[in-house]
């Protein structure tokens, strides 16, 4: 296994359209976070899920955004109806669930344009 | 409430010492971490303190943290020019496996 997976790299969309980013977790990880990363920006986080089940989506930025992990494997991260304020990066990450410490690890990204 | 604080720019010379600053503000934190971003590549962890520690030590990286001042810092000794990215501060709070809460980053330029 070599690491978190996410897929595109890069997409570049109109305004209006839907678009829908892939993440691949590493294999044995149950949880999966996404987060956003603007320029000059930390990650923000919008959801997580342990195994099929999301814990959280209040941080989702608006109900233009949604995010499901059908099988507790990969996962899918998709914006409708895209502004330009939507640009940015969307990252994703994985981890064990575990007692104390479990180290997040982050993928490459997906790097969103819309024009 | 959660926030993160870091300044945003260090510039140092090769071979000095770096040392990146960062104010959190939630006193529940567990973990306390640092990321590193270079261009183009994605986030990797550097290292983390719990938050019952005061100093951790991982060969040129010393991380120090005042939980009173909810103050955490982190020092690169013998900075090298392979040490230029951004560096993001992150909490977590109650459980270790809360969403990480990152700053804006500090990013750092070694001058050779």
């Known amino acids: 296994d070599t690491g978190v997976s996410q897929d595109p790299r890069h997409k570049i969309t109109k305004r209006g359209q839907n678009v829908t980013f892939r993440c691949d977790p590493i294999?044995?990880?149950?949880?999966l976070y996404w987060y956003r990363q603007t320029l000059g920006q930390g990650p923000e986080f919008l959801t997580y899920f342990q195994n099929e089940a999301q814990l959280e989506k209040s941080r989702l930025l608006s109900d233009r955004f949604s995010a499901e992990r059908p099988k507790g494997s990969f996962s899918t991260l998709e914006i409708q109806r895209t502004e330009q304020g939507d640009s940015a990066m969307y990252l994703c990450a994985s981890s064990l669930r575990g007692g104390g410490h479990n180290e997040q690890f982050f993928g490459p990204g997906t790097r969103l344009t819309v024009l | 409430g959660e926030d993160v604080e870091q300044s945003l720019f260090l510039s140092v010379r090769e071979g000095d010492s770096s040392v990146i600053n960062c104010t959190y503000t939630?006193?529940?934190?567990?973990?306390l971490y640092w990321y590193k971003q270079e261009p183009g590549a994605g986030l990797q962890l550097l290292t983390y303190?719990?938050?019952?520690?005061d100093m951790k030590q991982d060969q040129r990286l010393t991380v120090l943290l005042n939980k009173k001042d909810k103050h955490l810092s982190l020092r690169i000794a013998d900075t090298q020019t392979g040490d230029s990215a951004i560096y993001f501060c992150a909490e977590v709070l109650s459980s270790g496996n809360t969403p990480l809460v990152f700053g804006k980053g500090t990013r750092l330029s070694v001058i050779a």
């Open positions: 939630d006193s529940s934190s567990t973990y």
């Open positions: 294999s044995e990880h149950n949880r």
């Open positions: 303190i719990f938050s019952n520690m």
